[in-house]
T-cell receptor, first 115, second 114 residues
Framework: AQSVTQLGSHVSVSEGALVLLRCNYSSSVPPYLFWYVQYPNQGLQLLLKYTSAATLVKGINGFEAEFKKSETSFHLTKPSAHMSDAAEYFCAVSVVASGNTPLVFGKGTRLSVIA | ETGVTQSPTHLIKTRGQQVTLRCSSQSGHNTVSWYQQALGQGPQFIFQYYREEENGRGNFPPRFSGLQFPNYSSELNVNALELDDSALYLC?????????????FGPGTRLTVT
């Protein structure tokens, strides 16, 4: 069964510093991978997705992620953190199960940005 | 193009009661999925509907049920509410049911069971 592990429930960075949020997946088939962001009291917004077209995926708000099959990883990065990046981030894998395609989410990583 | 909307925003119910949560998908989206997000956790898949038929469900008991209507609206019904049902309930619509189809999430309904 597919699963996602996010390393670190809370990451704190200074404004302008590199953001690195870690995600490792487990999948017996080529996965479709997603990063979502959730601001307080809001739903989830898609940042980017990997669908096997390119291993380096660029998303919104300056975020990008690199799919590394050998490491089963899909880490999210941003070169320079902004205060508005403070939120909860979820990595997810899309599975195919009897014709339906639910997302399986990690437990999330809360990003704090310090001025 | 309007996004995914959900109602109500917040809801307080008593243990044993029944609740109906509503979702309005983006026009043209044939698939709607429902997720439960407990405090401090990632969303968990409840079930998915495709063209008004249930298309699979996660590890949730039968007292969680749903409906999808031709006008792109859908419902999540929960019977015999338990304290552990307190959570944020999210619906997500997608154009189709493929694994790469982007799921667009609504803002959620916060359910509190006392």
């Amino acid at each position: 069964a597919q699963s996602v592990t996010q390393l670190g429930s809370h990451v704190s960075v200074s404004e302008g510093a590199l953001v690195l949020l870690r995600c490792n997946y487990s999948s017996s088939v080529p996965p479709y991978l997603f990063w979502y962001v959730q601001y307080p009291n809001q739903g989830l917004q898609l940042l980017l997705k990997y669908t096997s077209a390119a291993t380096l995926v660029k998303g919104i708000n300056g975020f990008e992620a690199e799919f590394k099959k050998s490491e089963t990883s899909f880490h999210l990065t941003k070169p320079s953190a902004h205060m508005s990046d403070a939120a909860e981030y979820f990595c997810a894998v899309s599975v195919v199960a009897s014709g339906n395609t639910p997302l399986v989410f990690g437990k999330g990583t809360r990003l704090s940005v310090i001025a | 193009e309007t996004g995914v909307t959900q109602s109500p925003t917040h809801l307080i119910k008593t243990r044993g009661q029944q609740v109906t949560l509503r979702c309005s998908s983006q026009s043209g989206h044939n698939t709607v999925s429902w997720y439960q997000q407990a405090l401090g956790q990632g969303p968990q898949f409840i079930f998915q509907y495709y063209r008004e038929e249930e298309n699979g469900r996660g590890n949730f008991p039968p007292r969680f049920s749903g409906l999808q209507f031709p006008n792109y609206s859908s419902e999540l019904n929960v019977n015999a509410l338990e304290l552990d049902d307190s959570a944020l309930y999210l619906c997500a619509s997608s154009l189709d049911r493929g694994p790469s189809d982007e799921q667009y999430f609504g803002p959620g309904t916060r359910l509190t069971v006392t």
